[in-house]
């Protein structure tokens, strides 16, 4: 079934996003990454390896992880196609939890 995650690797998954996307983004990071695909990717390069680290993705995990993260977060902040953090966040976290419920 699609929802039969359990709880704790959720737990670990998002706190890996939170501490990945938030805790480990500099704001060196947060104020480039809108116009640099080379400073998007260090970006999105430092919050996959959170995961790597902690939460064990397998390789095509890893590399969607990798790639959405890569392409929605340019969707907010370069071309300004997402307004609110919110759905920016959103969109991450349903990516997390497709990975986890197709268990890719």
Partial sequence: MILDIS????LIW??????????FQ???MTIEKGKSWEVN???CATY???FILFA???ILATAVLFATHFIVDPLKSRYKLIGPIWVDQLLHVFTIL???????
């Fill in 98 to 104: 497709l990975i986890l419920g197709l268990r890719i």
């Fill in 48 to 50: 996959t390896a959170v």
């Fill in 56 to 58: 064990h993705p397998s």
């Fill in 26 to 28: 500099s704001t060196w």
């Fill in 14 to 23: 998002l706190a890996c996003h939170f501490v990945g996307d938030f805790a």
């Fill in 41 to 43: 990717f260090y970006h």
């Fill in 7 to 10: 709880l704790s690797t959720l």
